[in-house]
């Protein structure tokens, strides 16, 4: 295609209205048509990173990265299809979770709890295997819930589902304030919405611990608490 013909192409997208539908299940790439159709339903969004990715792959041997990549993204893949979730997208050393239903809040928070206590675990067995490591795996993850726009993007054999709405893009920069302390980080809205067990801990102390995230002037909560799934 040349660059007259690449216009004209995103000039029809952009005059096309959208063909809309509420969705009652995550979709997959299949259910929406490759032009301007969509499905609208209401989302919680969870976003599970790794840390200094970019330290690992430039420190240690690329087969030791590939372990860890590997060993990293299964378990969170484990943990949120366990707690209901459906895994949307992977992007190098992050994958994208949605959640859906009347409870979806719970399991999305559950799910970065049940992540941290996996990494915690998966720390101890990364030394018990290599004990002359210096490696230790960090990850942080974020959880939003909005209204979603899903929509098929690219061109054919050769596609796939973007996630359009506040979840999407807050649940993927709460990651970038996760650290070594405090990995988890969700969302007012979020938080509001969850059930005692999944705010509290033994004799009713918090898990979450509220902040300002001045980036937004919006009030978020974190936690470094584990949860074993």
Request: aromatic letters at 10%.
């Amino acid at each position: 295609m040349n660059l007259k013909e690449l216009i004209a192409e995103a000039d029809a997208t952009l005059r096309t209205k959208w063909e809309t539908r509420a969705g009652r299940k995550v979709p997959e790439a299949e259910d929406i048509e490759l032009g301007n159709d969509a499905v609208i339903l209401d989302g919680t969004v969870l976003y599970a990173d790794m840390a200094d990715s970019t330290g690992l792959v430039d420190n240690f041997k690329p087969w030791f990265a590939a372990k860890i990549y590997k060993t990293y993204l299964a378990g969170a893949c484990r943990i949120i299809r366990d707690n209901g979730g459906e895994v949307t997208a992977f992007d190098g050393d992050r994958v994208m979770a949605v959640f859906i239903g009347d409870r979806k809040n719970t399991p999305a928070a559950k799910s970065a709890l049940h992540i941290n206590a996996f990494v915690t675990e998966l720390n101890q067995t990364i030394r018990s295997v290599y004990p002359d490591t210096s490696y230790s795996l960090r990850q942080s993850v974020g959880v939003d819930t909005s209204s979603l726009f899903a929509a098929r993007t690219g061109i054919r054999n050769n596609n796939d589902l973007v996630w359009v709405g506040r979840a999407a893009n807050y649940a993927a920069k709460l990651c970038s304030l996760g650290d070594a302390t405090y990995p988890s980080h969700i969302t007012e809205d979020v938080f509001s919405k969850l059930v005692d067990e999944a705010k509290y801990g033994p004799d009713r102390a918090s898990m979450w611990e509220k902040r300002m995230w001045n980036a937004t002037g919006k009030v978020i909560y974190r936690s470094n608490w584990t949860w074993k799934p």
